[in-house]
């Protein structure tokens, strides 16, 4: 049974860091070849993608990110991470966590969430200007 947890949310100002982490645990081996990524959903709004990366370490960004958010996964500790710097008030939201199911590679960096078959449960990013 695949289970990712996050944690690293909290309050900050607007100009803020932030680093988000995300243990896996479950696979068979480690998470080199999972799809992984990052999402978002801020009350009344969809989830939307903010940053993934594969096997190779390619990454994506959503527009309203690049530059400020880096994605990176440590493979011998099965986490993930997001840093966040240079916060807005409009990145406050809830942040999720995402992972592929397939263990064996990953080619693709797009975030669609269907390509997530894993989720963790969230944790909660507020921005204050």
């Known amino acids: 049974q695949v289970q990712l947890v996050e944690s690293g949310g909290g309050s900050v100002q607007a100009g803020g860091s932030l680093r988000l982490s995300c243990a896996a645990s479950?696979?068979?081996?480690?998470?080199?070849?999972?799809?992984m990524g990052w999402f978002r959903q801020a009350p009344g709004q969809e989830r939307e993608g903010v940053a993934a990366?594969?096997?190779?370490?390619?990454?994506n960004y959503a527009d309203s990110v690049k530059g400020r958010f880096t994605i990176s996964k440590d493979n011998a500790k099965n986490t993930l991470y997001l840093q966040m710097n240079s916060l807005k008030p409009e990145d406050t939201a809830m942040y999720y966590c995402?992972?592929?199911?397939?263990?064996?590679?990953?080619?693709?960096?797009?975030?669609?969430?269907?390509?997530?078959?894993?989720w963790g449960q969230g944790t909660q990013v507020t921005v204050s200007s």
């Open positions: 990366i594969d096997t190779a370490g390619r990454t």
């Open positions: 479950g696979y068979e081996r480690s998470i080199y070849g999972v799809c």
């Open positions: 995402a992972a592929g199911r397939a263990p064996w590679y990953c080619g693709s960096t797009d975030l669609s969430s269907g390509r997530f078959g894993f």
